[in-house]
């Protein structure tokens, strides 16, 4: 039997933007001491990121991105994870209508406000 935990979505996205910045990297024919060098860190610190081992902070993607010579956005682009239920994409939907809302932006109607609440409560009773 696999004894191995199953990764969380947190460490599947880890893992595909490591994919990503190696597939990259190597489209350059840049090595991993070259990577390395470019965005002043150890190949070491490379060699973690693109096998997801390590949380990667803001400042060093945008680095990376910046070597490699591809937007912020284009790191993030991987067909590999798992993309959002149906339900997840419906929760977000609702929460950059309620975001909206806050700011205070007419565009949300009373059926958007009488949907958010609707989800709200639903959410609230499995709960």
């Known amino acids: ?13 880890q ?10 990297r190597k489209e350059r024919k840049l090595s991993q001491e070259d ?20 949380s ?17 956005i284009d790191l993030f682009d991987w067909a590999d994870v798992p993309k959002q239920t149906a339900q997840q994409k419906a929760r977000a939907e609702l929460v950059e209508k309620f975001r909206i809302l806050l ?9 958007d406000i009488a949907e958010l609440t609707r989800a709200i ?3 609230a009773t499995r709960r």
């Open 35 to 54: 990577l390395a060098e470019m965005i002043g860190k150890s190949v070491d610190t490379v060699s973690n990121i693109e096998r997801g081992f390590s």
């Open 103 to 111: 700011e205070g932006n007419a565009a949300v109607t009373v059926a």
């Open 1 to 13: 039997m696999d004894k191995r935990k199953k990764p969380t979505p947190a460490e599947a996205r």
């Open 56 to 72: 990667t902070r803001l400042s060093t993607v945008f680095e990376i991105a910046e070597a490699l010579k591809v937007g912020f």
């Open 15 to 24: 893992k595909a933007l490591g994919r990503r910045i190696k597939a990259l």
């Open 121 to 123: 409560s639903e959410a």
